[in-house]
């Protein structure tokens, strides 16, 4: 399991770094975007988010003020529910989350074992992602349920 989070978190490394040309008027930022959740019923909001549609897949990483982070793997593009089952295979997964408690600290980082993520509206034009999420993420003896998670309006880079 950490190998396969190394390769995750490596692949959202070079996914976030590599910088692209972009012509966007700064006037057309949204600022109403938001990304927030309970994680074991203490609320969760994050200050900077960074979203991603590549290859068919969304990634959603929203961070809080106080370094804690949420990753969420969408496995499509279009408005739709898709699901983590804890019966399910990780190739037949079609979404997943990462919890860490601390960004510094790759040792505390929580793998999703079920969840599910509804995508309520995407707007192709400006680029816009908006739905909801919950998951129950562990980090081996540890538990935790990510609750009442919400993205809005989300702005999303293509790659």
């Known amino acids: 399991m950490?190998?396969?989070?190394?390769?995750?978190?490596?692949?959202?490394?070079v996914v976030l770094s590599c910088k692209k040309d972009d012509n966007t008027n700064p006037q057309s930022i949204i600022t109403n975007a938001s990304m927030i959740a309970k994680i074991d019923g203490t609320s969760w909001n994050s200050v900077t988010r960074?979203?991603?549609q590549k290859s068919g897949i969304f990634l959603i990483t929203g961070?809080?003020?106080d370094g804690k982070l949420i990753e969420i793997t969408v496995k499509g593009t279009t408005i739709?529910?898709?699901?983590?089952?804890?019966?399910?295979?990780s190739a037949a997964a079609q979404c997943g989350s990462i919890y860490k408690p601390s960004i510094n600290n790759n040792d505390s980082?929580?793998?999703?074992?079920?969840?599910?993520v509804k995508i309520s509206s995407i707007d192709t034009e400006n680029k816009l992602i908006s739905g909801t999420f919950n998951f129950v993420v562990t980090n081996l003896e540890i538990t935790k349920n990510i609750t009442d998670g919400k993205f809005t309006d989300l702005k999303y880079q293509i790659q």
């Not at 950490?2 to 490394?13: N, R």
């Open 2 to 13: 950490k190998k396969l989070l190394f390769i995750h978190l490596a692949l959202c490394f």
């Open 50 to 52: 960074v979203t991603i």
């Open 63 to 65: 961070t809080s003020v």
């Open 80 to 89: 739709g529910t898709y699901n983590l089952l804890a019966s399910m295979d």
């Open 109 to 116: 980082t929580y793998a999703s074992k079920s969840g599910q």
